[in-house]
């Protein structure tokens, strides 16, 4: 399995998001736990600290109370008390040893407060001035012991918040060694990677620029490019590969048929003085195309049917018409034997009309424009192209259209040839004799018409040719498109 480029391209990339993904996960696993530890710690000091106020407010409270039970309401002691026994509550969830002795000592404290606050108000509110002294005074002993708790236990966190803030420091420091160890790691990585991926490009490469190389300086024999990376390069070795094998069978054949040609000009004079008739060609290449078919061989018969056909085409009189039907059955046998030619540089269409081909038309119209649309417009063009023949009628014309998306022609080309201006290179080229010009003159003259043809073209993007075969042609008279 052919692994591409890209591909591999891609798999580097994930490997290293995948790398700094995990690693960005585990350094906010790390970040979230000490946060985690923090805030606990930042929690039980707000925690420590609201106690340690309400239980003052709370005794503060009372003490006015005691003094003036008139000034206050006792709804806002019980408010007080309540937020207190709150705090109280939320002790156990945040300290881990909520058992221990310091614990719960602080509970009972707190506990005890809140009961002598509570025996305080009441018996103010029974004016019993004995009761409410004495416990007004526990009260105040109770709120003392809660403050000195509140600061031994604040202290404790303190002292243990120490140690954290020195895990912490060091943490800090082994996180910066971890970051500078996963730079230099990455990077390092990185340009191996690159070093590694680079090698496995610019070496094939090298390669094929040495075979080319090669091949420039006519060694068409030369050692295989071996390619060993399975991917675009491996595919474009093995094409060199074949395209110099093909080149080197192809000068060998150019070498042969060079040599062939040599010997068949010694004969040239021998053919001269053995003229062979027209007909006797043309009565020969049917027996060879009968003899053909009956060995098999019957891709060479067609061939030599369409030969024949056109051949026999081409013999008749040039100054006589066909049918229109007749000139399509020509092109289609030139379009056989040209594709077998060009193979798949050359791709053949047909969108023709049956209905419309019965018309008169001169003999060898329409075979010379699909040629100069393959001599001029296709043959020459490495990647080949498309011709198409399309065939439509309105109710006054037959429209000819022969397309092609080769190389096109400028503006001023076009003016001289409709123009009919003299160019010594009008026929070569064309199997007939016949150029494009001969053409749209022999039209003009067959259906005394000017405006026969239009040709569309700008370089680049292909020709367009448009015979207009008026239906009834009497005189000069236009066609409407």
Same mark, same amino acid.
């Given at each position: 399995?052919?692994?591409?480029?890209?591909?591999?391209?891609?798999?580097?990339?994930?490997?290293?998001?995948?790398?700094?993904?995990?690693?960005?996960?585990?350094?906010?696993?790390?970040?979230?736990?000490?946060?985690?530890?923090?805030?606990?710690?930042?929690?039980?000091?707000?925690?420590?600290?609201?106690?340690?106020?309400?239980?003052?407010?709370?005794?503060?409270?009372?003490?006015?109370?005691?003094?003036?039970?008139?000034?206050?309401?006792?709804?806002?002691?019980?408010?007080?008390?309540?937020?207190?026994?709150?705090?109280?509550?939320?002790?156990?969830?945040?300290?881990?040893?909520?058992?221990?002795?310091?614990?719960?000592?602080?509970?009972?404290?707190?506990?005890?407060?809140?009961?002598?606050?509570?025996?305080?108000?009441?018996?103010?509110?029974?004016?019993?001035?004995?009761?409410?002294?004495?416990?007004?005074?526990?009260?105040?002993?109770?709120?003392?012991?809660?403050?000195?708790?509140?600061?031994?236990?604040?202290?404790?966190?303190?002292?243990?918040?120490?140690?954290?803030?020195?895990?912490?420091?060091?943490?800090?420091?082994?996180?910066?060694?971890?970051?500078?160890?996963?730079?230099?790691?990455?990077?390092?990585?990185?340009?191996?990677?690159?070093?590694?991926?680079?090698?496995?490009?610019?070496?094939?490469?090298?390669?094929?620029?040495?075979?080319?190389?090669?091949?420039?300086?006519?060694?068409?024999?030369?050692?295989?490019?071996?390619?060993?990376?399975?991917?675009?390069?491996?595919?474009?070795?093995?094409?060199?590969?074949?395209?110099?094998?093909?080149?080197?069978?192809?000068?060998?054949?150019?070498?042969?048929?060079?040599?062939?040609?040599?010997?068949?000009?010694?004969?040239?004079?021998?053919?001269?003085?053995?003229?062979?008739?027209?007909?006797?060609?043309?009565?020969?290449?049917?027996?060879?195309?009968?003899?053909?078919?009956?060995?098999?061989?019957?891709?060479?018969?067609?061939?030599?049917?369409?030969?024949?056909?056109?051949?026999?085409?081409?013999?008749?009189?040039?100054?006589?018409?066909?049918?229109?039907?007749?000139?399509?059955?020509?092109?289609?046998?030139?379009?056989?034997?040209?594709?077998?030619?060009?193979?798949?540089?050359?791709?053949?269409?047909?969108?023709?009309?049956?209905?419309?081909?019965?018309?008169?038309?001169?003999?060898?119209?329409?075979?010379?424009?699909?040629?100069?649309?393959?001599?001029?417009?296709?043959?020459?063009?490495?990647?080949?192209?498309?011709?198409?023949?399309?065939?439509?009628?309105?109710?006054?014309?037959?429209?000819?259209?022969?397309?092609?998306?080769?190389?096109?022609?400028?503006?001023?080309?076009?003016?001289?040839? $409709?123009? #009919?201006?003299? +160019?010594?290179? %009008?026929? /070569?080229?064309?199997?007939?004799?016949? =150029?494009?010009?001969?053409? @749209? !003159?022999? $039209?003009? #003259?067959?259906? +005394?018409?000017? %405006?026969? /043809?239009?040709?569309?073209?700008?370089? =680049?993007?292909?020709?367009? @040719? !448009?015979?207009?075969?008026?239906?009834?042609?009497?005189? %000069?008279?236009?066609?409407?498109?």
């Amino acid at each position: 399995m052919m692994k591409t480029i890209r591909g591999k391209l891609l798999v580097y990339f994930m490997v290293f998001v995948i790398l700094f993904q995990v690693t960005a996960i585990s350094i906010y696993v790390s970040s979230n736990q000490l946060t985690n530890v923090y805030h606990d710690s930042f929690e039980r000091y707000l925690l420590l600290n609201a106690i340690s106020q309400k239980s003052n407010d709370m005794y503060t409270f009372t003490k006015s109370f005691v003094a003036d039970p008139e000034a206050v309401e006792v709804s806002d002691y019980y408010a007080l008390k309540k937020e207190l026994e709150s705090k109280k509550e939320q002790l156990p969830g945040h300290f881990r040893n909520a058992e221990t002795i310091e614990i719960k000592n602080y509970n009972n404290l707190i506990e005890t407060f809140i009961h002598e606050c509570e025996l305080t108000i009441g018996f103010v509110i029974l004016n019993d001035i004995e009761q409410y002294t004495d416990h007004l005074r526990e009260a105040d002993h109770a709120s003392g012991y809660i403050q000195t708790s509140t600061l031994e236990m604040i202290d404790v966190e303190l002292t243990a918040y120490q140690s954290f803030y020195n895990d912490l420091q060091v943490r800090n420091k082994d996180f910066f060694l971890f970051i500078v160890f996963l730079f230099m790691s990455t990077l390092i990585l990185a340009v191996f990677f690159v070093i590694w991926f680079s090698k496995g490009i610019t070496r094939p490469l090298n390669q094929l620029s040495r075979a080319a190389k090669e091949v420039a300086a006519g060694d068409l024999a030369g050692d295989p490019v071996d390619i060993q990376s399975k991917d675009e390069l491996k595919l474009l070795g093995d094409t060199f590969n074949h395209m110099r094998s093909n080149i080197d069978e192809l000068v060998q054949e150019i070498k042969d048929q060079s040599e062939l040609d040599r010997l068949l000009k010694e004969m040239e004079l021998k053919h001269l003085q053995n003229q062979i008739n027209p007909h006797f060609l043309f009565n020969t290449l049917n027996t060879v195309s009968k003899m053909a078919y009956l060995e098999d061989a019957h891709a060479t018969s067609s061939l030599i049917d369409s030969v024949a056909m056109l051949l026999r085409h081409s013999l008749g009189d040039i100054n006589k018409s066909v049918t229109l039907s007749e000139e399509v059955d020509v092109v289609k046998d030139y379009f056989h034997i040209q594709k077998l030619r060009f193979a798949e540089r050359v791709q053949v269409s047909y969108d023709i009309d049956d209905t419309c081909l019965e018309g008169p038309i001169p003999r060898l119209t329409l075979q010379p424009l699909v040629e100069n649309a393959f001599i001029h417009g296709i043959e020459e063009r490495e990647e080949g192209g498309k011709i198409t023949l399309h065939v439509s009628q309105t109710s006054d014309c037959v429209f000819v259209e022969v397309r092609d998306d080769g190389v096109g022609m400028e503006q001023v080309t076009i003016t001289q040839i $409709l123009s #009919l201006a003299k +160019q010594d290179d %009008d026929h /070569v080229g064309h199997s007939t004799g016949i =150029g494009l010009k001969n053409v @749209i !003159r022999r $039209l003009q #003259l067959f259906y +005394q018409v000017e %405006d026969v /043809v239009d040709i569309h073209s700008k370089p =680049g993007t292909g020709t367009t @040719i !448009r015979v207009k075969i008026p239906k009834h042609f009497k005189g %000069d008279q236009a066609c409407e498109s």
